[in-house]
């Protein structure tokens, strides 16, 4: 079986160098990782459209759930516009109906936006009560994956979802299974015919105690790590 393409999650420069040097096949550039990933900067942005390798962005522009107003439509719009314009591959969105299912008017009207660039269907997917439902209507819409749990809080925890969702996919889409993947974790999934993953294969790192009690963060904050990445790697050539 072949070793599946690794897409690494990354929200700062520190980030992105790390997932470049361990060496990720594919970066989902984000800003605001703990709350899931919303809209890169424009710097950002900037900066890895000098990556070596395709670099997608997230287009989300609040934390929360993916049911959106139309001033939100209209923003993710503009930035889809800022992502072509950076020479970035492709965008990752997602949006939703007040009952889960995936809204198909704001969807289509957000892939229309996105002519030229690569389409990922982000975790929004894992809130349909109807999954099957949900990935026909992906692939209508002409998305090129869909970054998925299988509605578990875990990969693994969703692995039988995973498979049954490959299963029906039958190579029309690619299912990239992402949440809680690592080193040590992703044996599990090694059993599936899986063509590329997602992984942040971030570390815990401290933050100043003076920052933390003025409230700009929590604790730690997590980033991308080479070591983390390679390891990654070799546990899925085993």
Do not use: W
């Amino acid at each position: 079986m072949s070793v599946p393409l690794i897409e690494v999650c990354v929200d700062s420069a520190e980030g992105l160098a790390a997932a470049i040097d361990g060496g990720a096949d594919r970066i989902e550039l984000c800003a605001a990782l703990a709350l899931g990933g919303l809209t890169p900067s424009p710097g950002l942005m900037s900066l890895a459209a000098r990556a070596p390798v395709p670099v997608h962005a997230m287009i989300r522009p609040r934390e929360g759930d993916f049911v959106y107003s139309a001033a939100e439509i209209g923003q993710m719009v503009a930035d889809i516009a800022a992502v072509r314009q950076a020479g970035l591959a492709g965008v990752v969105f997602g949006a939703c109906r007040p009952d889960g299912m995936l809204d198909q008017e704001v969807l289509a009207s957000l892939v229309a936006a996105s002519t030229g660039l690569d389409l990922t269907l982000h975790r929004a997917f894992d809130l349909a009560p109807d999954k099957d439902a949900a990935l026909e209507l992906a692939i209508d819409l002409g998305f090129s994956r869909v970054l998925t749990s299988g509605g578990a809080t875990t990969a693994v925890a969703g692995a039988l979802t995973l498979a049954r969702l490959l299963e029906l996919a039958a190579g029309r889409i690619c299912i990239m299974p992402g949440s809680g993947i690592s080193a040590t974790t992703v044996g599990i999934l090694r059993q599936l015919p899986l063509r590329e993953i997602h992984a942040s294969c971030a570390t815990a790192i401290s933050v100043n105690p003076t920052a933390v009690s003025l409230g700009f963060s929590g604790p730690m904050r997590r980033q991308t790590d080479r070591v983390a990445l390679q390891a990654l790697r070799a546990a899925l050539a085993d």
